[in-house]
């Protein structure tokens, strides 16, 4: 077998691309930064669309869709929102193509059409569903507000990378009204709680749990709650942000209700967002050299079985009745039924794809009443009888599920490395990487100072960090909590 | 109680947006001619797409998602394409806003940040995905290639209608590859078979099946397969469009692939689409005076249980045990727990929303051990047994699914007539309206003069349309064939 793509050790950054491209993840377009999310990878987005919306779905959180497009006034009436993204947006002006007439077959933007008023290409939705809400609090009868959607947004980010950072990406975004701030931090904390459940226990990711500085906030926030994930590389991801938005869009959009004793107040408000880029997370958090491992809560297809060396009769009737019984326990199963590739070809493809299990069935292992079952994440093989093939394979997704989460948290807990002094930092991130805790002396000032030296940024304030007397590696001042430093994506 | 909405008598058009705004299926929005689509609305779409999923996925089809934008190059490379939908599309000009140096808290778009290539929000997605296919597609050993994508779409439409015409909507668009002519034809007929199917079956909004005159193609087909359904004023709806694309944007695009014999060949499409528009449909199809009409197919609630007078604990338990019973049957249901309004108050809120079933609990009826059914369709009410209430109302629910079949169908068939004579053919348009059944010379230009003198457009052609010697209304040419016309959405 060719080695197929580029080792972890060799380019990391290669391997990463190379997981994307033969795993038929997601695929360049002809738009810059924008990607095409192919079949599979897709087919891992809906796995995870699904369990996210089961989970909103049950805490009270209904679905809606609200225009792609925000007017540019509407846009800018939350100035710090505004601001934020500003820089980052693409601008619809124009809404007529025509004939070029210097220039046969081709088109032209037609001056004429251009927009009284420019439109923004939703990177977020805040303003355009403030705007709404508007109109539809008037009482704290109507409030809470609990709103989703699934939708599609552009940021149009200069430096791209599949599903890590791209120009489109699909998320989803909540948004919520309430008319109490005690309960607005509370819903912001249940998503921030639902969404480390979410990475955990299905992609098996563990995550730290805080909140954001200062610097690292949402434009337009006043507390950003994030879950951060360690990469295989020692870099952190941002997996998923829950703000609490204080009464800043509120103010903006004029949205105030009545409360029980008939006075105006203004709303409160929380916004929250999960993406595509958690595929990314999903890819650099359990792949190996032999490409993609899928925890199997979120696999396409969780079983293969492949008949050796071909599908020959006698073979695939036992592989249809192995199919059958998994698939009454809910399990998804692929059987191979090309019969133009050789099984090691076969073999190094779906270990490319990350099933979590494969079965070979030979004709010898029929002959003894076995079955060879392989594991995607250890690499483990094993005969087993075929009477007891089902159970043992309801059994062993599960371990699969456990193993990658243990593996992947005892890789982050062994990457949470504590130092006392700036040089140990530079030390660490240098060699070492992974998150780092340390004292900070909580000024944006020395963030940004420590940002430019190394890289590196604060990705959160543990929501546990205890309190501990300490001074910051930077500036020498005092502190009195650890924070959590390190180069991110 | 106040009469809540216009009648149908009174104000046809009226009376249609008055239901989507009463019965909250969608607001208006601060974007030119973007709706929103409220939760209510956005839950009956959702019980659509995933029904359409789900028989997507069992032809064989797979979901993927390609880019929002669609440079210009490739915007006009299929010409009757781009002609199609050049007069009508949001154009992205620029990636960045700055600072309004003359008015201090505003944007503007910044000037040096033009896009050297302008990009079109798709209004259709052939040309970005067809270029994408060029890369996906070397031999036939690729071919079939059978993708969906859930996607919002952009068409700036002059004269828009929540969900009948929106400037944005949601839609699925599937996008097949093909290596010979007879397979995509095969397969653009199984979706337009299967549109029938979801529209009749689960709609339960009856539909024609045909083909499109030329004058009525989809810009880029060679055929465009349709249903085409009949709202209640007498005017047609095109629900679903199937096309058989033939070799044209492999031709634009330059996709081939090499055949058993090693030779090059251009491979065929197919494109299909069904939108947000079904809602417009399913509402006109089926309701009424009294607000929404549901079939429980697609109703998020199908069952209401009302506690009466008052969510009282001896009642809240029975409703309880009721619900428990149906959910068990995988029927949807909610119980009033509301403390504040009237009986009265909100039987018309559920009437006005639609939900199938509504079962008043009263205090008597406890004690008599019956319940009290009502059927929205007819507005009937039965008491029933308590005993025998969960069997009954599952099959209620079957028996007004078939029954607001059966009544649109009648409805419809009685409004299909046959005319041999122009004015015959004005006649009944200026009073019974509905499809007309008649006639024509096959050439666009006697179409387009219908159209221009009655509103009137060839709807479809009949798939089982009989020879039938005849001569054309309009222009007493020979016809072989009756089409279908009618005015239209």
Redesign the interface.
Known sequence: MAKEITGREENYSQWYNDIVKKANLA?N???RG??????Y???I??KMRDQLDKMFKETGH???????????S???AE?KN?EGF??????????????DPDNK???M?DPDAKLEE????RPTSEA?IW??YR??IQSYRDLPIL?NQW??V?R?EMRTRPFLRTA?F?WQEGHTAHASKAEAISEARLIHDLYAVFAEEFMAMPVLKGYKSENERFAGADDTFTIEALMQDGKALQAGTSHFLGQNFAKAFNVTFSNDKNEKELVWATSWGVSTRLIGGLIMTHSDDEGLVLPPKLAPIQVVIVPIPKPEPELMEKAEEISHALKALGISVKIDKDETKRPGFKFAEYEMMGIPVRLGLGKRDLENNTIEVARRDTKEKSSIGLDNVVPFVENLLDDIQENLFNRAKSYRDSHITLVDTFEQFKEVLATKGGFISCHWDGTSETEEKIKEETKATIRCILLDAPEETGVCIYSGRPSSKRVIFAKAY
Chains 1, 2 share one sequence.
């Open positions: 695929d377009s002809a738009v924008c990607m095409v999310i192919k079949p990878g897709y087919a987005w809906e209904v679905n809606a869709y609200f225009p792609l497009f925000v007017p540019k509407l846009f800018e100035e505004a500003a820089k980052e947006c693409a601008i619809v002006t124009h809404y007529r193509l025509k004939n077959g081709k088109l933007v420019e439109l923004i290409v355009i705007n709404t109109d539809w709103i939708a599609n552009v149009w489109e699909l």
